[in-house]
């Protein structure tokens, strides 16, 4: 949520900051693109630019005005996800102080900024926009203008981080100190590059991984002072704090299109990659193992109960996840939407294992689901796609989910590889707790092996999707139906199809239907039906096949997933998407895929035509 960036190069380069700093700006846009902005400065001088809209709106004025106008060796950008105040030019960032020396850039909440608003404004200050950020510039400049850091740009900073309430980072920048950023974090992510006679800032590592590798990771309430050949960490008081290097270990076509015409399409197609990286070194001489197990084979045999917390698309992976534990280990498992779960009070304690599942490991419901349980004395264990961001950080151990840059707003691999990751989660309990005999997990490990094969046959199935997008039309509304666990590849299809189509689209249990829903079926409705093993459950089979016959005698066009050989729902299917088979628990991995193509294509039927960033949404939700 929001996208921040920062630079510092050698001044004898006078254009470097703003094409580094755009071009960072780019690859940051997936974390929110109501508005772009970039500041440059230099000696004595500080030039602004910012435009709501996509970033391609501020790099059209940019050219429009001359990049001449931006010369300068340092620079601080931002691509916003508005919470406080509309999406317009003056809201967006960077904000400029009162006297025009000093800028800011801002991730996240400033919870006290009313109050800090009033102070500003009793000393005579008009501010200009209605966001929580701009308070930031303005008490910088305060603070360095008089008083007792006056003339110290860093001790003015850090005296305004000393005041701040709820989750920020904020770099600043002075037109006194043009070679410096000063930037801080709480709650919210900053990572630092590492570059030759060049320092780097970015909300993420997309930012910079097109000039280093080097990084340095940040701890909750520091500091860092870039200047171009040196960094250095403190704490908000200036105590020297030690940040945790690391080498970025994926590349620059990571985080590129490589040929695909959106993020989203290039990520659909990386899920075996996905799949069989997250699945990869945890089964090691007929052992499952975690990532970073800071709980004991003793700890998850002493586990009484499970919550899952997530939101969107990992609570759908954390619904699979239910299916699976409750299965394997015969535990009981509770899902909880991660906004809802505080605040229902929980019961919780020592004997609870709370998985919170997040690509991301920024996401605030999630984050504060973990705070809550860690403070009723559960232990949490993160499934999480991003190395040291904060859930991880703070949860009892981690298990690393192995896709790679995620940067279509939707979300595709991250989701196959969070339902893979869950999975190891129940079979290392299942382990543990002795749920299962060796050669059985052994089994379910070789079965979950073959998976990333299926996948890629599952990708074949982009042109019939396409055709079907294209006979279905314009359509108003979509419904999609599964049992067992084909009920959250329903709702994960429905998110989807929202999320990218702005098409409204319900997800059922096909058994529900019955209860109310079926009324909404009429002539020529489009009902996504996803069809459970025939060799697995047959009960379940046989069920939603009547459940099948029942939509089509109202009229619904049906468009069926199921396993290649089903021959039962063939008489029945409008359209047919066969998969190959799978074994009923891992069928999700495979049937999620072709929801994926169908919302995508029916997304460009409707005219969206950049599914990588679907209106109103941000890649990572950083407020509650
Ligand atoms: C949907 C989607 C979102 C995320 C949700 C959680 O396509 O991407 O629903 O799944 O915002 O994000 P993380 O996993 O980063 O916590």
């Given at each position: 949520?929001?996208g921040?960036?920062?630079?510092?190069g050698?001044?004898a380069?006078?254009?470097?900051?703003?094409?580094?700093?755009?071009d960072?700006?780019?690859?940051?846009?997936?974390r929110?693109?109501?508005s772009?902005?970039?500041?440059?400065?230099?000696?004595g001088e500080l030039?602004?630019?910012?435009?709501?809209?996509?970033?391609?709106?501020l790099?059209e004025?940019?050219?429009t005005?001359?990049?001449?106008?931006?010369?300068?060796a340092?620079?601080?950008?931002?691509?916003?996800?508005a919470t406080?105040g509309r999406?317009?030019?003056?809201n967006?960032h960077?904000?400029?102080?009162f006297?025009?020396k000093a800028?800011?850039?801002?991730?996240?909440?400033?919870?006290?900024?009313?109050?800090?608003?009033?102070?500003?404004?009793?000393?005579?200050i008009?501010?200009?926009?209605?966001?929580?950020?701009?308070?930031?510039a303005?008490?910088?400049?305060?603070?360095?203008?008089?008083?007792?850091t006056?003339?110290?740009f860093?001790?003015?900073?850090?005296?305004?981080?000393?005041?701040?309430?709820?989750?920020?980072?904020l770099?600043f920048t002075?037109?006194?100190?043009?070679?410096?950023?000063?930037?801080?974090?709480?709650s919210?992510?900053?990572?630092?590059?590492?570059?030759?006679?060049?320092m780097?800032l970015?909300?993420?590592?997309?930012?910079?991984?097109?000039?280093?590798?080097?990084?340095?990771?940040?701890g909750?309430?520091?500091?860092?002072?870039?200047?171009?050949?040196?960094?250095?960490?403190?704490?908000?008081?200036?105590?020297?704090?030690e940040?945790?290097?690391?080498?970025?270990?994926?590349?620059?076509?990571a985080?590129?299109?490589?040929?695909?015409?959106s993020?989203?399409?290039?990520?659909?197609?990386?899920?075996?990659?996905?799949?069989?990286?997250?699945?990869?070194g945890?089964?090691?001489?007929?052992?499952?193992i975690?990532?970073?197990?800071r709980?004991s084979?003793?700890d998850?045999?002493?586990?009484e109960?499970?919550?899952?917390?997530?939101?969107?698309?990992?609570?759908?992976?954390?619904?699979?996840?239910k299916?699976?534990i409750?299965?394997?280990?015969r535990?009981?498992?509770?899902?909880?939407?991660?906004s809802?779960f505080?605040?229902?009070?929980?019961?919780?304690?020592?004997?609870?294992?709370?998985?919170?599942v997040?690509?991301?490991?920024?996401?605030?419901?999630?984050?504060?689901?973990v705070?809550?349980?860690?403070?009723?004395g559960a232990?949490v264990?993160?499934?999480?796609?991003?190395?040291?961001s904060?859930?991880?950080?703070?949860?009892?151990?981690?298990?690393?989910?192995?896709?790679?840059?995620e940067?279509?707003?939707?979300?595709?691999?991250?989701?196959l590889a969070?339902?893979?990751?869950?999975?190891?989660?129940?079979l290392?309990?299942?382990?543990?707790?002795?749920t299962?005999?060796?050669?059985?997990?052994?089994?379910i490990?070789?079965?979950?092996?073959?998976?990333?094969?299926?996948?890629?046959?599952v990708?074949?199935?982009?042109?019939?999707?396409?055709?079907?997008?294209?006979?279905?039309?314009?359509?108003p509304t979509?419904?999609?139906l599964?049992?067992?666990?084909?009920y959250?590849?329903?709702?994960?299809?429905?998110?989807?199809l929202?999320e990218?189509?702005?098409?409204?689209?319900?997800?059922?249990?096909?058994?529900e239907?019955?209860?109310g829903?079926?009324a909404?079926?009429?002539?020529?409705?489009?009902?996504?039906?996803?069809?459970?093993?025939?060799?697995?459950?047959?009960?379940?089979?046989?069920?939603?096949v009547?459940?099948?016959?029942?939509?089509?005698?109202?009229?619904a066009r049906?468009?069926?997933i199921?396993?290649?050989g089903?021959?039962?729902?063939?008489?029945?299917?409008?359209?047919?998407?066969?998969i190959?088979?799978?074994?009923?628990?891992?069928q999700?991995?495979?049937?999620?895929?072709?929801?994926?193509?169908?919302s995508?294509?029916?997304?460009?039927?409707?005219g969206?035509?950049?599914i990588?960033?679907?209106?109103?949404?941000?890649?990572?939700?950083?407020v509650?």
């Amino acid at each position: 949520m929001c996208g921040i960036v920062g630079y510092v190069g050698d001044p004898a380069i006078q254009s470097g900051a703003l094409d580094i700093g755009l071009d960072a700006l780019a690859r940051m846009e997936y974390r929110g693109y109501d508005s772009a902005g970039i500041a440059v400065v230099r000696p004595g001088e500080l030039e602004v630019e910012k435009k709501a809209g996509k970033l391609a709106n501020l790099l059209e004025t940019i050219e429009t005005d001359g990049r001449d106008r931006f010369a300068g060796a340092t620079c601080i950008g931002h691509t916003r996800w508005a919470t406080h105040g509309r999406p317009n030019d003056t809201n967006a960032h960077p904000h400029v102080s009162f006297d025009g020396k000093a800028a800011i850039v801002h991730n996240g909440i400033i919870e006290n900024f009313a109050e800090l608003r009033a102070e500003i404004e009793a000393a005579g200050i008009e501010l200009a926009s209605e966001t929580d950020s701009e308070v930031a510039a303005h008490l910088v400049a305060l603070a360095y203008n008089a008083g007792p850091t006056a003339g110290d740009f860093e001790a003015s900073a850090l005296s305004v981080l000393r005041r701040l309430e709820g989750a920020f980072t904020l770099l600043f920048t002075h037109v006194d100190e043009p070679g410096t950023i000063v930037a801080g974090r709480r709650s919210t992510p900053l990572i630092v590059g590492v570059g030759d006679n060049e320092m780097f800032l970015g909300s993420d590592v997309a930012g910079f991984i097109a000039h280093t590798r080097q990084a340095v990771e940040l701890g909750q309430d520091n500091v860092v002072v870039i200047t171009k050949d040196a960094y250095r960490v403190m704490d908000f008081d200036g105590t020297p704090a030690e940040g945790r290097p690391f080498t970025i270990d994926w590349d620059l076509e990571a985080a590129e299109k490589g040929g695909f015409d959106s993020f989203m399409m290039k990520e659909i197609y990386e899920q075996p990659a996905a799949v069989r990286d997250t699945l990869a070194g945890h089964f090691v001489d007929g052992r499952v193992i975690l990532d970073e197990q800071r709980l004991s084979d003793d700890d998850l045999r002493q586990v009484e109960k499970v919550f899952v917390v997530a939101c969107g698309s990992a609570y759908h992976s954390g619904l699979l996840a239910k299916y699976a534990i409750e299965h394997w280990v015969r535990l009981p498992v509770e899902i909880e939407v991660a906004s809802e779960f505080r605040y229902r009070d929980p019961v919780l304690d020592r004997q609870t294992l709370v998985v919170a599942v997040s690509q991301s490991g920024e996401t605030a419901d999630t984050l504060e689901a973990v705070r809550h349980a860690k403070s009723q004395g559960a232990r949490v264990l993160a499934v999480c796609n991003t190395n040291g961001s904060q859930i991880p950080r703070e949860s009892d151990a981690v298990l690393y989910t192995h896709a790679g840059p995620e940067i279509g707003v939707a979300s595709t691999k991250a989701f196959l590889a969070q339902v893979a990751a869950n999975y190891i989660v129940g079979l290392a309990l299942a382990q543990a707790r002795g749920t299962k005999y060796p050669d059985e997990i052994e089994s379910i490990v070789d079965q979950l092996e073959e998976i990333p094969a299926k996948i890629e046959k599952v990708l074949e199935l982009k042109d019939q999707v396409h055709e079907l997008a294209e006979e279905l039309g314009p359509i108003p509304t979509m419904l999609f139906l599964g049992r067992h666990v084909g009920y959250p590849v329903a709702l994960e299809g429905a998110l989807k199809l929202k999320e990218l189509a702005y098409i409204h689209a319900e997800g059922f249990p096909a058994g529900e239907l019955k209860h109310g829903p079926i009324a909404l079926i009429e002539e020529g409705l489009p009902v996504v039906v996803v069809v459970p093993s025939p060799q697995g459950r047959e009960i379940l089979h046989s069920k939603i096949v009547t459940n099948i016959q029942e939509i089509r005698a109202r009229g619904a066009r049906t468009i069926v997933i199921a396993e290649e050989g089903d021959e039962a729902v063939k008489p029945y299917a409008n359209a047919l998407l066969e998969i190959p088979a799978s074994g009923t628990l891992l069928q999700p991995l495979l049937s999620t895929v072709p929801l994926q193509f169908l919302s995508a294509e029916i997304a460009r039927q409707c005219g969206n035509t950049d599914i990588d960033k679907p209106r109103n949404l941000a890649k990572s939700v950083t407020v509650e």
